[in-house]
């Protein structure tokens, strides 16, 4: 078994909470899509690994960048543990704090928001 198939393997589920919110304490109101093996999509696995999601930090951007608030929360749990990567105004933190890392986080989210039920036909 290859380093990829592994790391592919070791997902278990995979969480996207997304949407806009007025203020923190309705970020459990927002649409939600969860993926349990195996049937999580290819293409969100291989952006997961592209980009190297274990390696990003679990917090960007700043729900006072913007109102209504644009809040993620995506959860991937794994055999070993989870992650979780929060990102508040991620639109706003494209354009300022457009790093590396930024995009990649924002490649992640993307990935799994295009399959929520909502997004359908949208890129």
Known sequence: ??????????????????????????????PEIIFSA??????????LLQDDYVSLKSSYG?????????YDLLQIETGTGSISLEIFNRAILLFTRNSEETRRAHRVVHAVEKHMPHRQGKS
Do not use: H, V
Not at 1 to 27: H, P, Q, V, W
Not at 38 to 47: R, V, W
Not at 62 to 70: A, D, M, R, V
């Open 1 to 30: 078994m290859t380093a990829y198939n592994r790391a592919i393997s070791d997902i278990t589920k995979i969480i996207l909470r997304s949407g806009f919110i007025n203020d923190l304490t309705e970020c459990n109101s927002c």
């Open 38 to 47: 195996p049937d999580i999509p290819a293409d969100i696995l291989k952006q």
């Open 62 to 70: 700043n729900p006072s960048w913007g109102e209504p608030i644009q």
